[in-house]
């Protein structure tokens, strides 16, 4: 550099300086590839379904049905991809695997078809977050905005002043592993569902504080979390809606101390006590049964008297008005059986259940999650027909299978569909609770999963009562 001009000896010194770093600067991302997992008898999107490569890094698909395929070890590079689906698969191969072979490319696009196993379609995921996360990687369902909750367990809702007011148990936050634990809620319109078909993306107006943070509206005194059932608007004698609902107070894992009667007071924005009707003492160690719990439905029968049931299968009643909702002397108990008989000559043991009247069936639907039952010992779901909602009841279908994991608690969402189509939809939690699996899956483990019954499905005529 001797004998350049300092200013050109400078330049040349500094270039030096810099060139390593410049060699050494990554090169810009390349972009993912869209993977796509359809139905392959009707082409719609499935949610849910794990993608896993041969060095066993898993993916699973949105509510839109799709990854962000971008590990650049297989991007341009033929791929095995084992596809793991509750209720959908892809045949097996000589080996015994279920998979197939695509070529991700930067930014290309690839579908997946897979055969659904089971009767219900699986529309997607209700709560929780990152419902589109996959798909905006894409640049794809930018206005779906976060919530806040990551996990929503066991769904209770009702109608109330013409708005669906939803509820839920336990919730999860971003910012700790310990959430909500007394009772979030939210509203949302009568009908909030634009389409039965997927990517589902209900929209929830959640009760939050001042901070905008969603929490707790029935907190009730005492240790421990505060869960709510039976949650249902009862008219008055003047004819007022009340919103009304059973808290009971937690210790442990499942074990109530407290229940009680609690009811909505809209200015406050929170769920009030209205009275204690069980505490554990050395007298009474055990909790009156039954009590207003599960999924309410409304009944009128032959006499004109209208009755709301609880539970699931139904075990309680009372009339269907909020000073008889009030008065345990007007509680009545109610016989349901809780084995059923199925269509392959079998019987099922009921977990939990959850009813509705369908008008274009004109018969009231049960969906039963069945107890012990295989491949998962609590997250086998069937389908049956009754005349009332104490039956008598036809044999039972399985439309939803889970492979060891538990989908609980489940809803029946009458409200969200009209009484005469022929579609009935029913969500539950999705969760390896009660299971021996240690694979969560990632977005979608403990909170309510969608799913849809075509009514007119051939495969649901042996259940139905005709």
Not at 180 to 191: D, K, L, S
Not at 272 to 286: C, I, L, N
Not at 349 to 356: E, G, P, Q, V
Not at 372 to 397: C, H, I, N, R
Request: hydrophobic residues 35%; negative net charge.
């Amino acid at each position: 550099m001797i004998g350049l001009p300092l200013p050109l000896r400078r330049l040349v010194v500094a270039y030096s300086s810099l060139a390593p770093l410049l060699l050494a600067a990554p090169a810009a991302a390349a972009p993912p590839c869209k993977v796509k997992v359809v139905d392959k008898e009707n082409g719609w999107p499935v949610p849910l379904v794990e993608l896993t490569t041969t060095s066993q890094v898993s993916l699973v698909t949105d509510n839109a049905g799709v990854v962000a395929f971008d590990l650049p070890e297989f991007l341009g590079r033929e791929t095995w991809l084992r596809v793991r689906s509750h209720g959908y698969e892809v045949p097996e191969d000589g080996f015994g695997y279920r998979g197939v072979r695509v070529t991700p490319t930067a930014g290309g696009e690839v579908t997946i078809e897979v055969e659904r196993k089971q009767i219900a379609k699986r529309l997607g995921r209700l709560t929780g977050g990152g419902l589109f996360a996959e798909s905006q990687k894409l640049g794809e369902h930018l206005g779906w905005e976060e919530s806040g909750v990551v996990g929503s367990d066991t769904v209770q809702t009702a109608l109330y002043n013409g708005k669906l007011f939803w509820i839920w148990g336990d919730t999860s936050l971003p910012r700790y592993p310990l959430g909500i634990f007394h009772t979030p809620g939210a509203v949302t319109a009568r009908r909030p569902l634009g389409s039965y078909e997927p990517p589902v993306a209900l929209r929830y107006d959640y009760f939050r504080n001042a901070e905008g943070r969603v929490h707790g509206i029935v907190e009730m005194p005492g240790d421990g979390p505060t869960w709510t059932s039976g949650f249902v608007s009862l008219p008055d004698a003047e004819g007022r809606e009340h919103l009304v609902g059973t808290y009971a107070k937690i210790e442990g894992m499942l074990d109530a101390y407290e229940f009680g009667l609690v009811e909505w007071d809209a200015e406050a924005e929170r769920f009030e006590h209205v009275e204690t009707f069980w505490k554990r003492s050395q007298e009474q160690p055990k909790p009156p049964r039954p009590y207003p719990d599960g999924h309410p439905v409304f009944w009128e029968d032959g006499s004109g008297q209208r009755w709301v049931y609880f539970n699931g299968p139904p075990n309680f009643r009372c009339p269907a008005t909020y000073e008889a909702w009030r008065d345990r002397s007007k509680w009545e108990r109610v016989d349901n059986p809780r084995r059923f008989g199925t269509t392959d000559g079998g019987s099922i043991d009921a977990a939990t259940a959850a009813l509705a009247w369908s008008e274009y069936r004109r018969k009231w639907v049960m969906i039963v999650q069945q107890r012990f039952g295989k491949p998962s010992a609590l997250g086998e779901v069937w389908y049956l027909e009754g005349d009332t909602p104490q039956g008598p009841w036809g044999p039972a279908v399985k439309v939803a299978t889970h492979q060891n994991y538990t989908f609980y608690n489940i809803q029946v969402d009458h409200w969200l569909t009209e009484p005469d189509e022929p579609v009935l939809l029913f969500e539950g939690t999705y969760t390896h609770t009660f299971t021996d699996n240690q694979r969560q899956t990632p977005r979608w483990d403990y909170n309510q999963v969608l799913y849809r019954l075509d009514l007119d499905d051939p495969a649901l005529r042996p259940a139905q009562r005709d």
